[in-house]
């Protein structure tokens, strides 16, 4: 299992800089940004597609400090009520498949995107009940008449280069949790699986332990976000978890995305590789820095320490005491 770093927190820096520095923090894997809510500072999209020389540079480039690359990341909305901006989204989805193909990438990671909650909508509506009726049937227009036969037509095109459509269980996305993630899988195919980021679901009630072993027993975890969450329960003892004040009004935010074992301790994020192993996964945990109250370099620094005594570096052996 590799400690990786999505490289979009050091995207004010040279790629060269970005790389050289975290290999000497002894990282493993890295993930560029390449489109959409991410940008695409240490990798233009456009400009290495179908460009086979400056692939190469870049490739040598990782190469030379002992980097893979886990995953390309193009986070947009493919099912926006604009049809404009919706298509604009696919089409960078479908670009970033063809560039892992050709850069021999294996993932790609994204959101599912939110449609309205009706064809005349015109603002992505995230439906979080059942009542009034409208909701529920708003919520079936979503996924019937907009998600499926979008995703089946971005599923197959990833079937056809044979790279991971990794989605991240995002709130105000259509999928933000497990059985959402799981109903895409199975409405589309096994390329379509998750980017399993536990931080948009700690403040959700959700177990990550438990949702890494329900969307592991059907294989559909294809890469990992590192990135944790604190929860401020003198606020959310007032105002809940479904919190709108700003990202950086932090003393009244009932959560806060944090650097990892800021949020949840160093033997919670033991547990969480232990279990990730239990159902098979064996890639990257791609440190996403998100921590407002610290410079992206310390979170990153910080997040690296506490997984690099986390994971398991050899294989299982024997279970002779068995």
Same mark, same amino acid.
């Given at each position: ?7 979009? @927190? /050091?995207?004010?820096?040279?790629? &060269?800089? #970005?790389?050289?520095?975290?290999? =000497? %923090?002894?990282?493993? +894997?890295? !993930? ?105 049937? @708003? /919520?079936?227009?979503?996924?019937? &008449?907009? #998600?499926?036969?979008?995703?089946? =037509? %971005?599923?197959?095109? +990833?079937? !056809? ?105 160093? @033997? ?55």
């Amino acid at each position: 299992m590799d400690v990786g770093v999505l490289t979009v @927190a /050091l995207g004010d820096e040279p790629l &060269e800089d #970005a790389v050289e520095y975290l290999s =000497d %923090l002894g990282v493993d +894997a890295i !993930e560029l940004g390449c489109g959409g809510f991410v940008g695409e500072d240490h990798l233009p999209r456009e400009s290495y597609l179908d460009d086979e020389a400056a692939q190469a540079e870049l490739l040598e480039l990782v190469a030379d400090h002992d980097l893979r690359i886990s995953a390309l990341s193009t986070h947009n909305n493919p099912l926006h009520p604009d049809e404009d901006r919706a298509e604009r989204a696919a089409t960078e989805i479908r670009e970033t498949v063809r560039l892992a193909d050709q850069l021999g990438v294996d993932n790609v990671n994204t959101f599912s995107g939110l449609p309205a909650g009706s064809p005349a909508g015109e603002v992505p509506n995230w439906i979080t009940a059942p009542w009034p009726p409208e909701h529920a049937e @708003a /919520l079936e227009y979503q996924w019937e &008449e907009v #998600a499926i036969p979008r995703w089946t =037509d %971005l599923a197959e095109h +990833a079937a !056809e280069y044979d790279v991971n459509v990794c989605i991240e269980m995002h709130p105000n996305m259509l999928v933000y949790e497990p059985t959402s993630m799981l109903r895409l899988r199975e409405a589309t195919n096994e390329y379509i699986g998750a980017n399993f980021d536990p931080s948009h679901l700690y403040w959700q009630g959700i177990d990550a332990t438990e949702a890494i072993r329900f969307l592991g027993e059907h294989d559909a975890i294809h890469h990992f976000h590192a990135k944790d969450t604190g929860l401020y329960e003198h606020n959310a003892r007032v105002q809940g978890y479904l919190d709108t004040n700003a990202y950086t009004d932090e003393p009244n935010r009932s959560w806060l995305f944090r650097s990892i074992g800021y949020g949840h301790d160093e @033997a919670h994020w033991k547990d969480v590789v232990s279990t990730l192993r239990m159902v098979g996964y064996e890639g990257a945990l791609s440190i996403e820095h998100e921590d407002s109250l610290t410079s992206g370099r310390e979170g990153l620094e910080k997040a690296i320490d506490v997984l690099q005594r986390a994971v398991f570096e050899t294989q299982p052996g024997e279970a002779y005491w068995a």
